[in-house]
């Protein structure tokens, strides 16, 4: 597995969304580097959408797997948290 500042996180959400906030507080809490695209953003909900086929949100992309929702078992395992 990558050490955890090695990989590329890309979090989609917006900033009403309560379990996209679980999502950038874990990431925040464990100190783990992301980038957030906020979907209320037309060209951000467009890639998300291109990428993931979904309109649900939190959409993860670690490391070029897309993961939709939050599953904090699930992405302690992709992160190695």
Partial sequence: MEKRGKRKI???SATWCPHCKRAKDFFKKHKINFTNKDVEDKKNAEEMVRKS????????EI?????VGFDENEVRKECGV
């Avoid at 086929?53 to 993860?60: R, Y």
């Avoid at 490391?63 to 993961?67: A, L, M, P």
């Fill in 63 to 67: 490391s070029g797997k897309i993961t």
């Fill in 53 to 60: 086929k979904q309109t649900g949100i939190p959409v993860l």
């Fill in 10 to 12: 890309i979090l989609y």
